[in-house]
C-alpha cells in the first residue's frame, strides 16, 4: 500500500540556555492510504508532539529541528504559516481530546463549522449551511438544524466531540490525526465515537492516525502500530504481531499493565520508574533503567530501530 505521509528522521524540541533538547529524537514513520495507524505509550513519550509536529501546531518555544513530514509528495516541515494553513483542516485534519479547546465558546456550532467552510471551499453561504447540516447529521448529531445555533456549552461532552469530528471532515480531508479523541468520554460515549470513526473513515476511505492510550481500542480499531518511548518509535507491527508477540521489552510491559477481558481480578503488571525527562536521557537505550533485561551493552550503546521482517522494527539490543 502507498503512503500518505512519511516522517522521516523527525528531530524536535526547544532551546535552553543555548543547549538543544529534543523532545522527539529520529522519529521515522509512515501512514500508509486508508489504514487506521496506532500511536501508543505512556504520558509525556511525544505522541502529541508527533501530532502538532505534522500540523504545523507546535507550541511556540518548540521548534522542528531537522528532518521531514512528507505529505502528498510536499514536505509540509520546509512550509511557511501561509502554506501550511492551506492543508491544515483541508488535507489533513486532527481532532483534539477536550473539544472546549478547540470549539470556540462565543460562536454558534453551525457558525464555526461554516467558517471552515469558507475558508477552505467555494461554496456560497446557503451551500455551505445545507453541507453542515449534511456533516452534523452524519455524525449523528440529533435535530441538527436546532443544533446549528447551539453554542459548545449547550452540547454534551460526547456532541461536542461529534461537532469537532463534523468540523474534522468539512473538507474531505486525506488523512485524521486523532489525539485521545475519546479519554474525556464515558466508556459507552467513547465507544460510539470510536464506532463513528470507524464508520467515517471506510466510507471516506481516509488515512487514520489514532493516539492512544488503551489497548483495547487500537486491538479492535487499528492495522498497524507505533510504539513511542521518550521521543522515540521502539517498536512497530501489525496489530495482529504486536498482540500475538510484542518483542521489545516496554510493549512487553505495556500489554502486561493492559487489563484482560474474562481474567478475574488479576493483579496489573507495572512498569516500574517512569518516562526519562528530556534533561537528562539516560545513556544507550532509553528505557534501560527500567528493563529488566539490560545489560552493560543497554547502558553503554544506544539501539537503533532495526528490520525484522513482517513490516516489524524494533529498537532493542536483545530481540532477535
Ligand atoms: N508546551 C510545552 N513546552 C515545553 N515542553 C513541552 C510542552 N508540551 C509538552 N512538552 C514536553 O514534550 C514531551 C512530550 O509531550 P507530549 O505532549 O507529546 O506527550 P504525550 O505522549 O502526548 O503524552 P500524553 O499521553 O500525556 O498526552 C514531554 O516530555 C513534555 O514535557
Ligand atoms: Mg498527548
Known amino acids: ?14 532551546d535552553h540556555d543555548g543547549h538543544f533538547q529534543a523532545i522527539l529524537d529520529n522519529v521515522n514513520f509512515e501512514v500508509k492510504q486508508g489504514e487506521t495507524l496506532a500511536i501508543v505509550g ?3 513519550c ?28 510536499k514536505d509540509l516541515a520546509g512550509l ?26 462565543s460562536f454558534t456550532i453551525g457558525n464555526q463549522l461554516s467558517e471552515v467552510l469558507k475558508i477552505h471551499t467555494a461554496l456560497q453561504p446557503n451551500e455551505r449551511k445545507e453541507r453542515v447540516l449534511e456533516l452534523l447529521s452524519q455524525v449523528g448529531i440529533p435535530d ?26 468539512a473538507c474531505n480531508p486525506k488523512m485524521l ?15 460510539q465515537v470510536l464506532n463513528l470513526l470507524s464508520e467515517i473513515q471506510s466510507q471516506y476511505q481516509m488515512a487514520v492516525m489514532l493516539i492512544t492510550h488503551d489497548l483495547g481500542v487500537v486491538a479492535e480499531t487499528c492495522q498497524r502500530v507505533i510504539v513511542m518511548y ?12 504486536l498482540f500475538e508477540q510484542p518483542m521489545h521489552p516496554y510493549t512487553i510491559g505495556l500489554m502486561q499493565s493492559a487489563p ?6 488479576e493483579k496489573l503488571h507495572v512498569i516500574e520508574g517512569t518516562v526519562p525527562d528530556i534533561r537528562d536521557m539516560p545513556t544507550g537505550c532509553r528505557f534501560h533503567p527500567r528493563c529488566e533485561s539490560a545489560t552493560d551493552l543497554c547502558k553503554e550503546k544506544e539501539p537503533q530501530l532495526e528490520e525484522r521482517g513482517h513490516g516489524r522494527r524494533v529498537r532493542c539490543w536483545h530481540t532477535a
Open 1 to 14: 500500500m502507498e503512503s500518505i505521509l512519511e516522517i522521516r528522521e523527525l528531530r524536535v524540541g526547544k
Open 230 to 241: 521518550a521521543g522515540q518509535v521502539i517498536e512497530e507491527a501489525s496489530v495482529e504481531d
Open 177 to 191: 490525526i486523532a489525539d485521545e479523541p475519546t479519554t474525556a468520554l464515558d466508556v459507552t460515549i467513547q465507544a
Open 42 to 44: 505512556e504520558s509525556g
Open 80 to 105: 511557511s504559516r501561509k502554506e501550511i494553513d492551506q492543508v491544515r483542516g483541508k488535507d489533513i485534519a486532527m481532532i483534539f481530546q477536550e473539544p472546549m479547546t478547540s470549539l470556540n465558546p
Open 144 to 169: 441538527p438544524a436546532g443544533k446549528f445555533k447551539s453554542y459548545p456549552h449547550e452540547l454534551s461532552g460526547g456532541m461536542r466531540q461529534r461537532v469537532m469530528i463534523a468540523m474534522a471532515l
Open 46 to 73: 511525544g505522541k502529541s508532539m508527533t501530532a502538532l509536529s505534522i500540523m504545523g501546531l507546535l507550541p511556540r518555544a518548540i521548534q522542528i529541528a531537522s528532518g521531514k513530514v512528507i505529505f502528498g509528495g
Open 260 to 265: 484482560r477481558l474474562g481474567v478475574a481480578k
